[in-house]
T-cell receptor, first 116, second 109 residues
């Protein structure tokens, strides 16, 4: 069973379109994340949700809207896609026992978004 | 989050120990040191983390200096499948995990 699964794996779309990427984790984790990896391979956090509540929003354009219907799902909707949105988007999840470090993030395999 | 500095690339012969250094001189007292790796086109993979003491698991060993300003990840018997970009990071609890530029480790047959 895939622990963190993202769909689709590849997405090619035209500028101005609206698209969504879905993420699901079956690990029972409370916290989920979206990361963006650009063409230079820099990995940057975009959002974090804990039990469906937004806890981190890293100054991402408001064209990006995460949605968490339940703690096992965190979807990313992108409006009015731009060329600069082309990147690989990774979903991740983690569990943090109170007072301890997290035991590591589990990442999905990524969604390669290409805007043409 | 601690700022980390790693060499951009390293080579290691297959079967030898790979020692990957990381400087994190701004790490705070309650921040853990994390190591991840990213094999080409895959999602980052958690390797190990530690606070003060050295740690070992089935993948690697983590040596943290006494002043906690640097650490070394050790892959004891590197294989070709260990070729990847290795990232170290400082983080606490549920705070965001940030990634630097990492070290591209190439295992040479």
């Amino acid at each position: 069973d895939t622990a963190v699964s993202q769909t689709p794996k590849y997405l090619v779309t035209q500028m101005g379109n609206d698209k969504s990427i879905k993420c699901e984790q079956n690990l029972g984790h409370d916290t989920m994340y979206w990361y963006k990896q650009d063409s230079k391979k820099f990995l940057k956090i975009m959002f974090s949700y804990n039990n469906k509540e937004l806890i981190i929003n890293e100054t991402v354009p408001n064209r990006f809207s995460p949605k968490s219907p339940d703690k096992a799902h965190l979807n990313l909707h992108i409006n009015s896609l731009e060329l600069g949105d082309s990147a690989v988007y990774f979903c991740a999840s983690s569990q943090v026992p109170i007072g301890l470090a997290n035991y590591g993030y589990t990442f999905g395999s990524g969604t390669r978004l290409t805007v043409v | 989050d601690a700022k980390t500095t790693q060499p951009p690339s390293m080579d290691c012969a297959e079967g030898r120990a790979a020692n990957l250094p990381c400087n994190h001189s701004t790490i705070s007292g309650n921040e853990y040191v994390y190591w991840y790796r990213q094999i080409h086109s895959q999602g980052p993979q958690y390797i190990i983390h530690g606070l003060k003491n050295n740690e070992t698991n089935e993948m690697a060993s983590l040596i943290i200096t006494e002043d906690r300003k640097s650490s070394t990840l050790i892959l004891p018997h590197a294989t070709l499948r260990d070729t990847a970009v290795y990232y170290c990071s400082g983080s606490f609890g549920n705070e965001k995990l940030t990634f630097g530029t990492g070290t591209r480790l190439t295992i040479i047959p």
